[in-house]
């Protein structure tokens, strides 16, 4: 028998912002990845961020009102996402790219590509659901939002 799992495996509360302070996609990008660092699941904020930044200059994902930077990065020590809500909708990079609520910062070891685009699909499954991206962005405490990835099937 294949046990569930679900998103909250590959996060903590603690990588989870219900109000990102960022106003500007590397800002946010910084924010999350600080986040990882503190939480062990990357060595190097600063490392880390360089690769997403270089990453997103490359290839930038946005899927309704949803950032999914990401980076495959020797400082990544397991496949892990932080995840946060933009106090207001921003244009994620340039002022004519998509509109942005919600930000899903993907942390990937070099190992885990097949993990990734499993996460990945998964994510963007679960953020179909308008009425579950409408309770997203109403949280205000980051205990709400574990509660909802604990519930969405990875």
Not at 4 to 14: A, I, K, N, R
Not at 97 to 114: I, N
Request: glycine share 4%; charged share 20%; aromatic share 8%.
């Amino acid at each position: 028998m294949q046990t569930m799992t679900s998103l909250f495996q590959y996060t903590e509360t603690s990588l989870l912002v219900p109000r990102l302070t960022g106003n500007h996609h590397e800002s946010i990008i910084t924010e999350l990845a600080d986040r990882l660092e503190g939480s062990g699941r990357i060595g190097s904020s600063e490392l880390f961020v360089d690769a997403v930044l270089a990453h997103e200059e490359q290839a930038s994902a946005v899927f309704d009102e949803v950032a999914f930077p990401v980076a495959h990065s020797k400082t990544v020590r397991e496949l892990s996402f932080a995840f946060g809500i933009t106090s207001r909708t921003l244009r994620w990079r340039t002022a004519t790219a998509p509109l942005v609520s919600m930000v899903v910062l993907m942390a990937v070891p070099f190992s885990e590509e097949m993990g990734y685009l499993s996460l990945l699909t998964s994510f963007c499954n679960f953020l179909k659901d308008k009425a579950v991206t409408a309770r997203l962005k109403h949280c205000v405490q980051a205990d709400e939002i574990s509660e909802m990835f604990c519930h969405a099937r990875a």
